[in-house]
């Protein structure tokens, strides 16, 4: 069975940065996906990013692009994802999970494609 911890959360200024991490227990393989997915009070959750763990593959909506940046460290069965620019929009319960495929050639972060999930960390942007 996986297992994903995510930490990392916490409660930071408009236009600053936080990393959050996702500690993966358990086998996976090269094809597996690990994302990231937030839900902000009162809204659905959403997909934002997500890294196919053997060829790095990386992936972003349009609400992140170009402001948070997902790697990994397989060694470390790690995940990460560094945010920058943080706004208000971006306060959210972030999750880290994993699917047993990889996401080459698909065209969304949709939150169903995710088998197993962590626990969420908060994140909070004051103005």
């Known amino acids: 069975e996986v297992q994903l911890k995510a930490c990392g959360g916490g409660t930071v200024q408009a236009g600053g940065s936080l990393r959050l991490s996702c500690v993966i227990t358990g086998v996976i393989f090269d094809q597996w996906t690990i994302g990231w997915v937030r839900q902000a009070p009162g809204k659905g959750r959403e997909g934002i990013s997500a890294i196919t763990i053997g060829d790095s593959s990386t992936y972003y909506s349009d609400s992140v692009k170009g402001r948070f940046t997902v790697s990994s460290e397989n060694d470390e069965n790690t995940v990460y994802l560094q945010m920058d620019d943080l706004n208000a929009a971006d306060s959210a319960l972030y999750y880290c999970?994993?699917?047993?495929?990889?996401?080459?050639?698909?065209?969304?972060?949709?939150?169903?494609?995710?088998?197993?999930w962590g626990q969420g960390t908060q994140v909070t942007v004051s103005s």
């Open positions: 999970a994993s699917a047993g495929w990889s996401f080459s050639g698909t065209h969304d972060l949709k939150p169903e494609y995710y088998n197993y």
